[in-house]
């Protein structure tokens, strides 16, 4: 698919040639375009070879988004297939529990090595490798950061993975204190140690390939991952057990490797073009990038953020068997909403980290605010019809097999206290992803979110007496909305300088329309018998509510929203008509009177 470069816009903060110049990221296109002579410059989101700091259209952003929505959203179903299928194999009960204490460690391989941790770093250093080959450097900047950075980062990654297979005991008795059967927990986190390797390479080709605007790959990995669980557990599980779904964890590890390393030879295999040589490139930013001044607080962070599990799943062990599970379950679907959410930033995060490469903070500024805006709308209206119609989802999803009805209404509660802090969630993931565009280091990010784990401990540790799992997952909302507030209030000099107030003023209209629209959507459910009516009812009235009343307040997400499925419509229907186009037309043959 090829995207073509938009027209210039206002004082650009780089110097190009005229058949590059620059844009604003929402330019609209338009004007003088030259398109024989940028068409090595305006690749889009495919498998064609993009340029270095090609513009980026709205064109753009749509098609890339568009291939990573769908690849998400079906890696997503496939999670959930994932966890219907361990709850219906082996139900929710101490197995399970012993499982999903292992299942810590893929949680937090994933978010430190393909999420968010690993790639703050890697596109970053990436964006700025690509804008010296750009400028023109001797070399190859983008293979030389290969060489210097995969041969070591391999040799971590193995060597933190032997490190957990060999103090497994220990890491489990850590972890959960309170489980009846440890043994089997520390089979599990045993297989499930290998993640660490595989993971680690995954996150380092999907940070390489999103950096060169390769979102197709990336996308897909966790539609591979989840199948590699799935077919594991379904083979294997009747032999051995919830240790097949750990097994699974393995296999799918590797498929997330193998999935893009066809893409990622093809980028390095590249020649480097003739391209121009008056870019000018922050040369303050550019240097070591992955110094360990730079990677050690985003690390951390993001080691951080993800011991929220690790205190939950604390806090849960000394309750009834059944507790990890529940919690774990509430969880997995209540953060869907958040995932599609946090997409449109998974694509701009490369195009918010050229920007601050090259120097111009306007357009990062805007093209921050505008996530900002958007995420908080998809996850607002999720979160909104999860609270209305939590126990039909779980009914639908989970309620079969060794799953009871008891099981359900306790996981249904939990999910709704969990649907509190999606906002919060959101935030962080949007906000700490500006934090770390620049490619300097900053200790800000794991402050915030230190302060949020303090506040989950003691709120968590004073709520598990009388609420249960529900106080387990206040604590865990109330925190992640204190680390939200923290980052949205740091924004500025440690950051992308966002307009503070106003993007607050923003963030409170789909706040106020999804509390109507919850409430609206949970009185519909509850008079509608059966779960798929309730369900289709209740998700019916959330959305038309919500939107009704963005509209009505004027939201510039609703509208922005609308104007990108529109662009996304307009796409598709051209397709077929490009295809006719292409036919050869039958020549007519007149008529000889």
């Known amino acids: 698919m090829k995207v073509e470069p938009a027209r210039a816009e206002g004082d650009a903060k780089v110097t190009l040639p005229p058949a590059r110049a620059a844009s604003p990221v929402e330019s609209t296109g338009g004007g003088d375009r030259k398109a024989d002579a940028d068409s090595r410059y305006s690749r889009g989101s495919g498998d064609d070879s993009p340029a270095e700091l090609a513009p980026v259209s709205r064109k753009f952003l749509a098609q890339a988004t568009l291939i990573t929505a769908v690849l998400s959203v079906a890696g997503a179903l496939l999670g959930l297939v994932r966890d219907q299928s361990l709850a219906r194999l082996f139900g929710a009960g101490s197995d399970t529990d012993a499982f999903l204490v292992a299942w810590t ?28 080959r750009a400028r023109g450097a001797s070399g190859d900047p983008v293979r030389a950061l290969v060489a210097t950075t995969l041969p070591r980062l391999a040799l ?33 986190t ?16 999907s940070a390489a390939l999103r950096a060169h605007r390769r979102f197709l790959a990336p996308a897909a990995i966790y539609v591979a991952y989840n199948v590699g669980i799935i077919t594991s557990m379904f083979v294997l599980g009747g032999r051995w057990g919830v240790r097949s779904a750990a097994v699974g964890v393995a296999v799918g590890g590797a498929l997330m490797v193998v999935t893009q390393l066809p893409s990622v030879l093809r980028q390095l295999r590249r020649r480097r073009s003739a391209v121009p040589e008056e870019i000018v490139v922050d040369e303050a930013s550019s240097g070591a990038p992955m110094a360990f001044a730079l990677v050690a607080p985003v690390l951390l962070f993001a080691l ?44 701009t995060f490369p195009v918010v980290a050229q920007a601050i490469a090259e120097g111009d903070t306007e357009r990062a500024r805007d093209r921050v605010e505008r996530d900002l805006a958007l995420a908080a709308w998809v996850v607002l209206l999720g979160g909104a019809a999860v609270v209305a119609s939590a126990p039909q989802i779980i009914e639908l999803l989970f309620q079969q097999g060794a799953f009871t009805a008891r099981d359900t209404d306790a996981t249904a509660t939990v999910m709704r206290v969990y649907a509190v802090g999606l906002l919060g969630h959101t935030l962080v993931g949007a906000l700490v992803r500006s934090y770390f565009s620049s490619n ?5 990010p794991l402050a915030a979110m230190a302060v949020g784990i303090v506040a989950t401990s003691w709120i968590g540790a004073w709520a598990v007496g009388p609420w249960g799992v529900r106080g387990i997952a206040a604590a865990n909302a109330a925190g992640i909305t204190v680390s939200a507030a923290l980052l949205l209030y740091g924004m500025g000099p440690r950051s992308v300088p966002i307009r503070t107030r106003r993007v607050v003023a923003e963030l409170s209209k789909p706040v106020r329309a999804a509390v109507c629209a919850a409430a609206a959507g949970a ?71």
């Open 523 to 593: 009185f519909v459910t509850s008079r509608i018998d059966g779960p798929l009516a309730g369900l289709a009812a209740g998700t019916a009235v959330v959305t038309v509510v919500f939107f009704l009343l963005g509209r009505l307040m004027g939201a510039q997400a609703v509208q922005s929203f609308v104007l990108a499925l529109r662009s996304v419509r307009s796409m598709t229907r051209r397709l077929p008509h490009a295809r006719k186009r292409t036919r050869p037309r039958r020549p007519r043959h007149r008529r000889v009177r």
């Open 304 to 347: 951080t953020r993800q011991s929220q599990v690790l205190i939950e799943r604390f806090l849960a062990s000394t309750l009834p068997a059944g507790a990890i599970s529940h919690l774990n379950y509430a969880q997995k679907v209540a953060q869907i909403p958040m995932t599609l959410s946090l997409m449109l930033c998974t694509v």
């Open 440 to 444: 300097r280091p900053t200790w800000y």
């Open 156 to 188: 971590a990654f193995t060597a933190a993975g032997a490190l957990l297979i060999a103090t497994a005991p220990y890491l489990v008795e850590a972890l959960a204190p309170g489980l009846p059967d440890p043994s089997l927990a520390v089979d599990c």
């Open 190 to 205: 045993r297989l499930t140690a290998t993640c660490v390797l595989t993971f680690g390479l995954a996150g380092y080709c």
């Open 105 to 132: 460690v893929p949680e937090f391989a994933a978010t430190l090595l393909i999420e968010d941790g690993l790639a703050f770093v890697l596109i970053p250093a990436f964006s700025m490798a690509l804008a010296q």
